[in-house]
């Protein structure tokens, strides 16, 4: 079955800092794999997808997430956080099928300090 | 670029009350769905729909119907609302074919039962 877990639910990083969230999937296929972003009080955002191709994706806002097949993962990191990146993050992992389902993980919330 | 409008941001219901979360998106996209978010659980899918009048159940569908008379409009009913339904409520959609489509989320509705 399908899942994705991320295992940090609240990291607290200085403005400034580099980032790393963590996505672990379990597929039994290759994996879509999404990053999406959530301001407070809003929809989610599509940071970065991948599917295929080079396992280094760059995405919106300076984002960029590594694939890692041999470790199920999925990481998104950020080389130097800015204030407006507080937001709870969401990792996904796209299903063949009808209506072509996501699985999220539960996110991550991200707290940025001055 | 796609937009998915959602009735209501904020709503306010007495326990027992039909309640009707209306969604709608402008980019003819066959599949549509509803999510709940709630604090350290994630997205959860409610029901998502593939076609007009076709719908398929999704990891919480206890207490909850859906309706898709059009392409463009997807709601999700209460029929009889209850204070654990109280949620953020999230609606995505997301074209045919190949699950590497990102989904594309509406602002969400913040529905708080009395």
């Known amino acids: 079955a399908q899942s994705v877990t991320q295992p940090d639910i609240h990291i607290t990083v200085s403005e400034g800092a580099s980032l790393e969230l963590r996505c672990n999937y379990s597929?039994?296929?290759?994996?879509?794999l999404f990053w999406y972003v959530q301001s407070p009080g809003q929809g989610l955002q599509l940071l970065l997808k991948y599917f295929s191709g080079d396992t280094l994706v760059q995405g919106i806002k300076g984002f960029e997430a590594e694939f890692k097949r041999s470790q199920s993962s999925f990481n998104l990191r950020k080389p130097s956080v800015h204030w407006s990146d507080a937001a709870e993050y969401f990792c996904a992992v796209g299903a063949l099928g009808t209506g072509n389902q996501f699985y999220f993980g539960t996110g991550t919330s991200l707290t940025v300090i001055p | 670029d796609v937009k998915v409008t959602q009735s209501s941001r904020y709503l306010v219901k007495r326990t027992g009350e039909k309640v009707f979360l209306e969604c709608v998106q402008d980019m003819d996209h066959e599949n549509m769905f509803w999510y709940r978010q709630d604090p350290g659980l994630g997205l959860r899918l409610i029901y998502f729909?593939?076609?007009?009048?076709?719908?398929e159940k999704g990891d919480i569908p206890e207490g909850y119907s859906v309706s898709r008379e059009k392409k463009e409009r997807f709601s999700l009913i209460l029929e009889s609302a209850s204070t654990n339904q109280t949620s953020m409520y999230l609606c995505?959609?997301?074209?045919?074919?190949?699950?590497?489509?990102?989904?594309?989320f509406g602002p969400g509705t913040r529905l708080t039962v009395l």
């Open positions: 597929y039994g296929a290759t994996p879509y």
């Open positions: 729909s593939y076609d007009v009048k076709m719908k």
């Open positions: 995505a959609s997301t074209g045919q074919g190949s699950p590497y489509n990102e989904q594309f």
